[in-house]
């Protein structure tokens, strides 16, 4: 593990806002750079860094992402881990998703087949999660189909039109900062 951290830190410093770069050590390609576009398929992890981080591509591995603003369009089969300014999940997740940002949204199109973790600004959960969800954010807005439990901590919970809780038996914990300060 210290040397791909390594490598990576080398990958930062030979980026220096030029552009971006990537190396490949084994299956895992690391990338990193103003703006980073992913368009070849990774065979395994993918960790990027930069001002822009667009996966359009499938990742065969874990996805650790962080930038200003994170696109995931296409497919990761392991796990994910992002963190931006905005972060935008169109793809789909074959296992859990760890998400952090100014602004998180899991698409129409995103699917987390494990559970999702975000914490945010203002989340919006417009996707499938198949598990469960926890979220933390100013504003957090479930739209979509989930699967599991939800546990919300709050300044506003808005449950949109497609919300649906498919759980036999499903359980919504919310709790507001303004019921908390009470």
């Known amino acids: 593990m210290a040397r791909t951290g390594v490598a990576f830190l080398m990958l930062l410093v030979a980026a220096n806002g030029r552009g971006s770069v990537s190396a490949e050590f084994g299956a895992d390609r690391f990338a990193a750079g103003g703006t980073v576009l992913a368009t070849q398929a990774v065979q395994g992890d993918f960790i990027a860094a930069g001002g822009t981080v667009r996966v359009a591509t499938s990742v065969k591995g874990d996805a650790v992402l962080a930038a200003g603003n994170v696109e995931l369009e296409a497919d990761v089969a392991q796990g994910l881990y992002a963190a931006g300014g905005d972060v935008r999940i169109e793809g789909s997740v074959g296992r859990n998703a760890r998400l952090a940002g100014g602004r998180v949204e899991l698409g129409p199109r995103g699917r987390i087949e494990g559970n999702i973790t975000v914490a945010g600004g203002a989340v919006a959960l417009r996707g499938s999660v198949k598990v469960y969800v926890q979220a933390a954010g100013g504003r957090v807005l479930i739209d979509g189909p989930i699967a599991g439990n939800v546990l919300v901590r ?22 507001s900062e303004a019921s908390a300060a009470r």
């Open 154 to 175: 709050s300044g506003h919970l808005t449950l949109g039109p497609r919300a649906r809780m498919l759980s036999s038996r499903p359980a919504l914990a919310a709790r």
